[in-house]
């Protein structure tokens, strides 16, 4: 006949390796706290630490605006549409040769297209020409400051359960027996001493967890208070840089203009580099402009399709318009640049814009790189208002204000500056943002 063994000694196993199971799972929960929350702290385009920062988040700001604005105006030609179809067509039937040739004309037609809306891009220059805008809204930073996240860390621990109440030996032997009393109470008393010490690692724990969830309170509050602080003095700065321009002071509008330069909605390629010298006193703002290349004209006038050599073919341009077509082009960029900061000049500080523009190329005998200026000009506010020059053919404007233009800007026939920075007075000079 078995002897039954007391019912709490039968318990004990499973109480204690279900609580230890439970504080097991428990533990892994709170795994990641060791990492503690952070901030993310996010900005529109362009941080502003210093007055540098700012323009050069302000000419960002704008680039982006009008680059958006010319990608969704080519998406909408024509012959960009067509291609997209005729590729469409191409892929759902694969292995059909007459859809791929469909496809391949319908590419090379884009590619004309392409070129012929550069080109066309190039002859308005002059008559695009428009006020440079700057948003200072979107060069002010904001820091996004997400809920605290504890990762576990505010979820306390559930206590250890309570032993199983003492109850008698189990059978009638076990309520005669002295040994199996002895069992049971030794059972009771070791569950009862595991249960106080449960209690104890339990309570450790919990100390330790609220502890942790202090520290990275502290830290999060700690990291979005040093965010908030960062964001209030660039927003400052912002703020400041602003506030200086249009109170007219000389050095902050000096990269002003510069920035405006910068700024300008011209074709991809076209170099944005100047530096400007301001002379409040004498009203007089003189600007040295890096001009485009003749790389800027395409020296491919249209593309086709030759369906027997499976190949697209280029049709060169010819040289004389080519060139023809970079004059106007550097003639466009002078006059352009000029009106332009007239157009942006909201706080009028400046009567007269001296304009020199310089290319950077190769001499064709010595084979050295050289920096000839194609252009200089002397003009004031009044006089080219008169003009309208977003009205006029730009050779011919050069020849009414008198200008120094080069006689063959595509072979950098150089001319002389009319005047230079170093004859103003008492200059303020800034250089164009690096964007």
């Not at 196993?13 to 952070?38: D, I, N, Y």
Request: with cysteine.
């Amino acid at each position: 006949m078995a002897i039954n063994s007391p019912p709490f000694s039968d318990a004990r196993p499973g109480f204690l390796k279900k609580r230890r199971a439970m504080r097991g799972r428990f533990h892994e929960s709170l795994t990641p706290s060791v990492h503690p929350p952070k901030i993310r702290a996010t900005a529109q385009e362009g941080f502003a630490t210093n007055s540098k920062d700012v323009f050069a988040a302000l000419v960002s700001a704008r680039r982006g605006t009008d680059r958006a604005a010319r990608d969704a105006e080519r998406a909408e030609l024509p012959e960009a549409q067509m291609l997209r179809r005729a590729r469409a067509a191409a892929d759902a039937s694969p292995g059909d040769a007459h859809a791929e040739v469909a496809a391949k004309q319908a590419e090379a037609r884009a590619r004309t297209e392409a070129l012929e809306w550069q080109v066309e891009r190039l002859r308005a220059l002059l008559a695009e020409t428009k006020p440079v805008t700057f948003d200072y809204e979107a060069t002010r930073p904001a820091t996004e400051v997400p809920p605290f996240d504890a990762h576990g860390l505010d979820i306390e621990e559930p206590p250890p359960p309570a032993p199983p109440q003492a109850g008698e030996p189990g059978g009638l032997l076990g309520k005669l027996l002295p040994s199996a009393r002895a069992r049971h109470e030794a059972a009771i008393a070791e569950a009862q001493a595991a249960f106080e010490r449960a209690v104890e690692e339990h309570a450790r724990r919990e100390a330790e967890r609220k502890q942790r969830l202090a520290d990275a309170l502290a830290d999060y509050e700690r990291t979005r208070s040093e965010a908030e602080s960062g964001t209030a003095a660039r927003n400052r700065e912002v703020d400041a840089v602003r506030a200086k321009i249009e109170s007219g002071d000389p050095d902050a509008v000096a990269h002003y203009f510069a920035a405006i330069l910068a700024a300008g909605d011209l074709p991809d390629g076209f170099p944005r580099r100047a530096t400007v010298a301001l002379d409040p006193g004498g009203r007089i703002l003189v600007v040295d402009y890096e001009l485009p290349g003749l790389e800027v004209v395409p020296a491919v006038q249209a593309y086709r399709y030759d369906v027997a050599l499976d190949s697209f073919e280029e049709v060169p341009r010819p040289a004389a318009r080519r060139k023809d077509l970079y004059a106007l082009v550097i003639a466009s960029v002078a006059l352009r640049s000029v009106a332009e900061l007239f157009e942006s000049d909201c706080g009028r500080v400046v009567d007269e814009i001296a304009f020199n523009g310089y290319v950077h190329g190769i001499d064709r005998v010595s084979g050295e790189p050289v920096r000839p200026y194609l252009v200089s000009l002397r003009v004031t506010r009044d006089d080219l208002r008169r003009l309208d020059v977003t009205k006029t053919d730009p050779i011919v404007t050069m020849r009414t204000i008198q200008a120094a233009f080069s006689t063959n800007p595509a072979d950098l026939a150089a001319v002389k500056q009319v005047v230079g920075a170093k004859a103003v007075g008492t200059a303020h000079l800034a250089t164009s943002p690096d964007v």
